[in-house]
């Protein structure tokens, strides 16, 4: 089949980072939407939706927030699959009822997190891996129906409902990202310090192998696109080896 056609809805207030994250590991064509200045797709004919990260919480009162969410929703109500991130996750248990809110905490580096369910998603990837963290709201409550597929002790790490995910954790995150991430925020001298000196190239190999689950993704779409007729679940059964894959990648 065509390439599939993929609408992104960035929600990092323009952070140059992000649209080159997603468009090196999105391999399908992209339709890129600014959602902070309240730019959404007047129509719903995609093959997959991606919501990015964003330094904005769920839970506050701005207009492109209820114009994003409302929108979400309707893609949603058509069976269009959905991948959230980070921000992105936390939107997609709002819109299908879930809870988010302020975890008391900040999780921000390379965390491990181990898979809790089992979903197609995460074919290839260990069951217990590592990701670049960056967040202090968590989805607290699943929405109603949804699947816990990762955690770790900060909090849920991805869900799924339908063909909708979640994923608190930032798969697409290369070492720039994450420096210029951590140097924004405001962390003690000593913290700063800290997490800086975890952005390696050795830590974001062993973090590459979270990658796959754009790949998989992708072709959890491709087939929604061809056989719209089949069901949630059994589109998300697992395919072929599931087996650790040795995935290797540069920034």
Not at 84 to 103: E, F, R
Not at 110 to 139: C, K, M, P, W
Request: glycine content about 6%.
């Amino acid at each position: 089949m065509s390439q599939l056609r993929i609408a992104v809805l960035n929600a990092a207030h323009q952070d140059e980072n992000t649209t080159r994250n997603f468009r090196r590991e999105l391999d399908a064509s992209l339709s890129e939407f600014d959602v902070t200045s309240g730019s959404v797709p007047d129509h719903f004919a995609f093959d997959g939706v991606v919501v990015t990260g964003s330094r904005s919480s769920v839970y506050w009162d701005d207009d492109w927030i209820t114009t994003t969410a409302e929108w979400v929703r309707k893609a949603i109500d058509r069976d269009i699959p959905h991948l959230g991130i980070c921000w992105g996750h936390q939107l997609l248990a709002h819109v299908l009822g879930g809870t988010v809110s302020d975890m008391g905490a900040y999780e921000v580096g390379y965390s491990d997190i181990e898979q809790v369910g089992e979903s197609r998603l995460f074919n290839g990837i260990s069951s217990e891996f590592s990701a670049f963290t960056s967040h202090s709201d968590e989805v607290a409550d699943l929405p109603p129906g949804a699947d816990p597929l990762a955690e770790n002790h900060y909090s849920n790490h991805g869900f799924r409902k339908d063909h909708v995910f979640g994923l608190q954790f930032h798969p697409e995150y290369d070492t720039k990202t994450a420096r210029e991430l951590v140097h924004r925020k405001e962390l003690s001298d000593e913290r700063l310090e800290s997490i800086l000196a975890e952005i390696t190239e050795e830590n974001y190999q062993q973090a590459c192998p979270a990658k796959l689950i754009f790949d998989n993704y992708l072709e959890f779409v491709r087939e929604v696109a061809a056989e719209p007729a089949m069901t949630a679940a059994s589109v998300d059964a697992p395919v072929g080896a599931t087996a650790e894959t040795d995935v290797g990648c540069s920034d």
